[in-house]
């Protein structure tokens, strides 16, 4: 191991000394390595040599919708405004290709006895949790989700009904018709991006919708009584104050949602807060003081209502039922991802289609894949990054430190045979000195501080491997 060697210099550029203030809010880490660190796979290998010698006994499932009626300001996800006459169509039916030949690797690597098109799991491929996403899900039709939870049930043998499922919606887009579509089927978690209940704030946020109608979207989502309501909110945004922020954190606890997400805004390249060169009235300091307060002001108030910290952004109620793994569940390996914006997992590549933000490039990788008619073009991984022993230790000990409950270290010594602070010498000797560890809880944990887990997105990056951020600077973003 060359940690020590490697990364010191890095560490400390990231983190700065004692006597300089460490940017906050450096980077959202919710995979590893990051997207953008993945390259075109020259071999083009199968997925059944991929998942050859895989445990896939408890699988996670993820199918990308790449559809919005309106693209938020913020966002940078991989999803278009809108859908011409037929492509969700279009979209669901190659969503259907991809399955049926993802399911015939996984059987024909071994790992399935199981009988694509029956909906049973009667071999060894099973999955222990699914999720929808985009994109919004529920920017599909009633008649299209049904599809969609058919080719999940049928095409990849995924017992909705048996395992957690979440889904994500927009206020715009839960209507009745759906909502009951997602009921039926089996959905344990709704997650709406509500975002700010302060009109002008959506407005600034580039998120056109009316309070009135967020609050009908959570009332006929609370009739369908799926177990678990989870609402996004965004600090941070221009023009909002301690006091407008009160308001939305109230206006979600009077619905007493199951789960809330506290998220900071960022401005990255190519959104339309980007080209609308936001954030020019103020400097990066007074943004990350206004985040960092207002943060802290939520944390607290979540943590008074009832609600427990799982990590800097999830809060969950002490009474919510149980949904399997936590945050960063889209993070651990055996994750089969459906739809051109998904990813995958084995032990040693993270794996999907191509990846852009702007709208041409997104609506052109979106053409290709629904044009995609051949089962050898959906059965080989086209782009992606290896991830081998030293990226491994750093995967697993980024999502387990970013969470509340900290890392179990002789986890660590059980899968890696080492000791984190000798692999990771700098890094931790870096939080340590900011505070950010807690030297007063119990030896056996490797846990952050609520400063630590304050500064969760300055904390991630500082574990990025050398050869990582030297592939993210090196990108071009498109």
């Not at 991929?50 to 919708?65: F, K, N, P, V």
């Not at 609520?450 to 973003?477: K, N, Q, T």
Request: glycine share 8%; with cysteine; charged share 25%.
């Amino acid at each position: 191991m060359t940690h020590a060697g490697t990364t010191t210099t890095t560490t400390a550029a990231l983190l700065g000394g004692d006597a300089t203030p460490v940017r906050p809010y450096q980077a959202y880490v919710y995979a590893y390595p990051h997207k953008t660190a993945y390259r075109p796979l020259a071999e083009r290998p199968t997925l059944r040599s991929l998942w050859r010698g895989e445990r896939t006994d408890a699988l996670s499932l993820y199918l990308h919708i790449p559809f919005c009626e309106v693209r938020c300001g913020f966002c940078n996800l991989f999803t278009r405004v809108g859908a011409p006459e037929g492509l969700t169509g279009r979209y669901l039916d190659a969503l259907d290709r991809q399955a049926a030949a993802v399911r015939e690797a996984l059987d024909d690597a071994g790992a399935g006895g199981g009988v694509p098109g029956t909906g049973a799991d009667t071999g060894p491929v099973r999955f222990a949790n699914a999720a929808f996403g985009g994109g919004t899900p529920t920017f599909l039709t009633a008649d299209e989700l049904t599809r969609l939870f058919d080719i999940a049930e049928r095409r990849m043998g995924a017992r909705l009904r048996t395992i957690p499922l979440s889904v994500e919606a927009s206020p715009a887009t839960a209507t009745a018709e759906r909502l009951a579509v997602l009921a039926e089927r089996g959905t344990t978690r709704l997650s709406l991006g509500v975002q700010s209940f302060v009109d002008a704030e959506a407005r600034a946020a580039v998120r056109p919708q009316r309070r009135a109608d967020v609050e009908a979207a959570l009332a006929r989502i609370r009739d369908t009584r799926i177990p678990v309501l989870n609402i996004d909110l965004i600090y941070g945004i221009d023009g909002q104050t301690p006091a407008t922020w009160r308001t939305s954190l109230d206006a979600a606890l009077a619905w007493r949602p199951e789960e809330i997400y506290l998220y900071p805004l960022y401005v990255r390249p190519l959104t339309g807060l980007a080209r609308a060169a936001a954030r020019t009235a103020h400097t990066d300091q007074e943004w990350d003081t206004q985040r960092l307060t207002l943060y802290r002001q939520g944390r607290d108030h979540l943590l008074a209502s009832g609600y427990e910290q799982v990590s800097m952004r999830m809060f969950r109620r002490a009474d919510a039922p149980p949904q399997g793994p936590d945050d960063h569940a889209c993070q651990t390996d055996g994750m089969i991802g459906l739809g051109c914006g998904a990813r995958s997992y084995t032990s040693t590549l993270h794996y999907s289609f191509d990846y852009a933000v702007g709208m041409t490039e997104i609506r052109s990788i979106i053409d290709a894949y629904v044009q995609e008619a051949t089962t050898d073009g959906f059965a080989r991984a086209h782009h992606g990054r290896y991830v081998d022993g030293d990226e491994a230790r750093r995967r697993h000990l980024l999502q387990s430190l970013l969470q509340a409950r900290g890392m179990p270290i002789a986890e660590y010594r059980e899968r890696f045979g080492a000791d984190p602070h000798d692999d990771f010498p700098a890094e931790l000797a870096a939080f340590a000195a900011h505070g950010w560890l807690d030297t007063d809880g119990p030896a056996r944990l490797l846990r952050l501080t609520p400063e630590g887990l304050a500064h969760s997105d300055a904390l991630g990056p500082a574990l990025f491997s050398p050869a990582v951020r030297a592939a993210m600077a090196a990108y071009e973003a498109k």
